[in-house]
């Protein structure tokens, strides 16, 4: 790994300016950045420290249109019993709509059976991986649309992931086309609030 790669943000600017890209430049992520990545990512905190967590890495941008196409339909094969095809079924059927943005990489968190917290685990994970990749430049975006198609085992078997693993968290990366408009966020809904006198 080259630490020359790391580029320093504060914590705060990105916690509050990491956005979700949907639109990447052409300019190709490089397998060194990834790798740091994923030595962010494990950085994450896990019940009894049992990190359950494991990867996969796709590069490409031919592969990843191809994966697209074969997400949406298997979404639209499933639909209506699907859940997350109701709201954006129109898009699955356009074949023009790449549901993973024409970005260069994805990256799938999978949790591995039998542990504590694998779930937890993974999405802490997931955030160390954007937080860090926004250090570096790159833009991100979840992609949990895929993630039922990612946990089919034929799928698995095809991107050569253990069966006991659990696709937990996609996620594609690349480096923006630009900046990405604030979203906005309420206000913390605290039920309650006990704060007594020690
Ligand atoms: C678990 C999860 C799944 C998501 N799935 C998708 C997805 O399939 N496609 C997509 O474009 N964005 C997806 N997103 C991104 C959200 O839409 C985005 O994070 C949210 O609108 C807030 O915007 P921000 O990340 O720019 O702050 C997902 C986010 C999370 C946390």
């Known amino acids: 790994m080259n630490p020359s790669l790391v580029t320093d943000v504060g914590l705060t600017d990105a ?21 740091q990545l994923l030595v962010a990512a494990v950085q994450a ?9 494991g990867f996969v890495v796709i590069h490409g941008r031919t592969r990843l249109a191809d994966y697209s196409q074969r997400v949406k339909a298997f979404l639209v094969a499933t639909y209506p019993t699907s ?4 709201s954006r079924s129109d898009l699955y059927e356009d074949p023009h709509y790449d549901i993973l943005h024409g970005a260069d990489t994805l990256v799938v968190i999978y949790s591995k059976r039998g542990r504590l917290h694998p779930t937890e685990d993974c999405c802490l994970a997931a955030e160390n991986l954007m937080l860090a990749a926004y250090g570096q430049g790159l833009g991100t975006c979840p992609i949990g649309f895929a993630r039922p ?6 799928i698995k078997r095809e991107l050569g992931v253990p069966d006991h693993w ?22 913390p809904d605290v039920a309650n609030w006990v704060w007594e006198t020690s």
């Not at 905190?45 to 967590?53: R, T």
């Not at 198609?149 to 034929?154: K, N, V, Y």
Request: proline letters at 15%; glycine letters at 4%; zero cysteines.
């Open 149 to 154: 198609w990612l946990d089919l085992p034929e």
């Open 166 to 187: 659990v696709a937990v968290f996609p996620v594609v990366l690349g480096y923006p086309a630009g900046p990405v408009a604030p979203t906005p966020r309420e206000e």
């Open 83 to 86: 859940f997350e095809v109701h």
């Open 45 to 53: 905190p896990s019940a009894l420290n049992q990190q359950p967590w």
């Open 15 to 35: 916690i509050f300016h990491r956005r979700a890209v949907r639109e990447f430049s052409a300019r190709e992520t490089e397998p060194d950045s990834v790798e």
